[in-house]
């Protein structure tokens, strides 16, 4: 088996080249291009009007996270700490406490998340055996003008929707 | 002294002190919005006063306001708290001063008097422009020294270096300039860039002198710190080099030094080489004597540069994405009324001219208007090609640039001395 050399041409050694003024305008010629291009029409900028326009959000993209809920609108968490313990930034914070309703033993009767802490990288959702912790709500940006907001409490994480539908985000890999 | 001559002093001081300023804000906002659109970016577009963004100006008087307002931090680590504030002084001022001697019109005569055009009026001309701009590299190498910082004084190393090396071929260049000129008076280099070659071509230094035009600019780049060249503030070396430690509006100075030093560079280098504020092909007499059609003329193509201008304008204010009630749109019309009534002020002012003025003084002092306007154009077109550049070349690696300077340019400039010296004495 032979290896396929492919010899790359290199380029700067002819004399054209090395006096370099020639290269520039050319490279200025470019730059121009880009410049008449869209001060001609601007709207041909390849930008997003981002506060305005917001991108698209894929199904596999790790946004805020909320908690999900049975059919019947109690909440699927069992407070096993999974979650918790398999956190790397320590941001969850549990308290479990007796479940009446026999769905199962626990319940969280807290359950926080510092978001200025989580680094969203997704080990909770993965850890969860009962899949009650989700983070496809789709919210990209978590900003606030103070620290307690972006301090979630489990009111918050159950009363967000996820953004994408059931079928889509099982398609994503979870 | 007379009213006029007081008047024609505040002027010309005035011009030659503010032009330099305003153009601080003009050449912040090109550089922005034309390095976004050189990279098909928008640039800042979101700043506003009451839904008048002023195509993004708005966001310099922003970043000033945000700029006086931080806190002035001066190292507690420096030894020369004296020095420190000085540097940013000196440099913002040399930038400031080297304009003095740049002619921005031709002289003017009124009731028998000449009124020369230009902040200073004195014959030292390119002279002061050398002097002053190599005094202001003592200020970055002040600052980098007093900042007591490594990045800080290697980047005051790099600057130092740079400019001592890039001031000898830009030297060179203009010696063989001035041997074909004959003189180092801005005023008289420009008035013999007025004559043309061959009876059809305007006897521009670019065209007279074509190398020296090269390794000048090149230089002019090298003395202003611009990329390619900026290596005293190379930001992935040196963080940002002389002025790591500055801040607040001592930042500033430094910043705004830099403009107004790309700024004065332009404008020599039209003077020297772009026929300064000459308008081709029509020297100053040619437009005193023709000063009626001008003026008609001028009638004619102010209304329709502002239609060209408004057409562009309502195309591309507007705001691409679904708006109900387009504040920007509704911008733009304001803006188009605006111009329209600038157009109709010229317009009046025009008319007041040809019906009661025709003829005389006020000949004259339309001539001088319209050089001013032809010199500031120029040398905004000038400045465009510093911002161009700096968005298209990457930076020179410091041993290249060395070798640039010394192994090039030098050569170029004495083997152009030679060719020159002795085309001119072959030809008188």
């Known amino acids: ?93 549990i308290e479990a406490g007796e479940r009446m309703d026999g769905k199962s033993e626990k319940v969280p009767v807290r359950f926080d998340i510092d978001l200025l802490e989580c680094i969203y990288c997704g080990y909770c959702v993965e850890a969860c055996p009962m899949d009650a912790i989700r983070m496809d709500t789709g919210i990209f940006s978590v900003t606030s003008y103070d620290r307690e907001s972006v301090f979630v409490g489990i009111d918050e994480l159950l009363a967000t929707k996820g953004a994408f539908d059931e079928e889509e985000y099982k398609k994503g890999g979870a | 002294m007379s009213q006029l001559d007081i008047l024609l002093v505040l002027l010309r001081v005035a011009v030659g002190a503010f032009v330099p300023l305003c153009f601080i804000a003009v050449l912040v906002w090109l550089e922005r919005r034309g390095a976004a659109f050189f990279q098909d970016r928008a640039g800042p577009n979101r700043a506003n006063i009451f839904g008048f963004r002023a195509a993004g100006l708005v966001q310099n008087a922003a970043d000033g306001i945000k700029l006086i307002f931080k806190e002035d931090v001066i190292p507690g680590h420096s030894a020369h708290k004296f020095y420190f504030v000085l540097a940013p002084l000196i440099v913002f001022f040399c930038a400031l001063v080297s304009f003095a001697v740049v002619p921005f019109a031709d002289t003017l005569v009124l009731e028998g008097k000449q009124y020369i055009m230009q902040g200073i009026p004195m014959d030292l001309g390119i002279l002061w422009f050398l002097a002053i701009t190599g005094f202001a590299v003592y200020g970055i190498i002040l600052a980098g020294w007093s900042s007591h910082n490594k990045y800080g004084v290697l980047g005051a190393l790099r600057a130092s270096a740079q400019v001592i090396s890039y001031e000898i071929p ?146 591309n204010n507007k705001s691409h994405y679904d708006r109900p009630n387009d504040p920007r749109v509704r911008e733009a019309k304001v803006y188009r009324i605006i111009i329209w009534m600038m157009v109709v002020v010229v317009e009046a002012v025009l008319v007041g001219y040809l019906l009661y003025a025709a003829g005389g003084a006020a000949d004259r002092i339309l001539v001088v208007l319209l050089q001013i306007v032809t010199f500031l154009v120029k040398t905004f077109m000038m400045c465009f090609v510093y911002v161009w550049v700096r968005w298209t070349l990457p930076r020179f690696r410091y041993d290249q640039l060395q070798l640039l300077g010394w192994k090039m340019l030098l050569p170029l400039a004495l083997l152009n001395i030679f060719i020159t010296s002795a085309v001119v004495v072959a030809l008188s």
């Not at chain 1, 001060?39 to 596999?60: A, F, M, Q």
């Not at chain 2, 007025?194 to 230089?219: C, D, N, T, Y």
């Not at chain 2, 404008?267 to 020297?283: E, R, V």
């Not at chain 2, 001028?298 to 060209?308: E, K």
């Open chain 1, 1 to 93: 088996m032979s290896v396929t050399v492919k010899i790359m041409e290199r380029k700067g050694s002819s004399f054209l080249e090395k006096i370099y003024l020639f290269e520039i305008f050319k490279g200025m010629r470019v730059t121009l291009g880009h410049l008449w291009r869209n001060l001609c029409d601007n709207s041909r900028l390849y930008v997003r009007h981002y506060p305005e326009v917001k991108p698209e959000i894929t199904p596999r993209w790790r946004g805020r996270h909320r908690l999900t809920t049975h059919e019947d609108g109690t909440v699927k968490c069992v407070a096993c700490f999974m979650c918790q313990t398999n956190c790397p930034a320590k941001c969850i914070m």
């Open chain 2, 170 to 315: 830009m030297g060179l260049a203009l010696v063989s300039l001035l041997v074909v000129y004959g003189t180092i008076n801005l005023n008289e280099i420009v008035h013999f860039q007025g004559k043309l070659l061959f009876g059809f071509i305007p006897m521009w230094g670019v065209v007279l002198q074509p190398l020296a035009a090269v390794i000048f600019i090149v230089s002019a780049f090298a003395e202003t710190n611009r990329t390619p060249f900026d290596l005293a503030e190379g930001e992935s070396e040196l963080v940002a080099g002389f002025h790591v430690e500055y801040s607040a509006m001592k930042f500033a100075l430094f910043f705004m030094g830099e403009y107004v030093a790309m700024f004065v560079s332009s404008s020599i280098i039209i003077t020297l080489f772009f026929g300064g504020y000459q308008i081709p092909w029509l020297s100053t007499e040619t437009l005193v004597a023709y000063a009626k059609p001008v003026s008609m003329l001028l009638m004619g193509l102010v209304p329709v540069a502002a239609a060209l201008f408004c057409g562009w304008m309502m195309k």
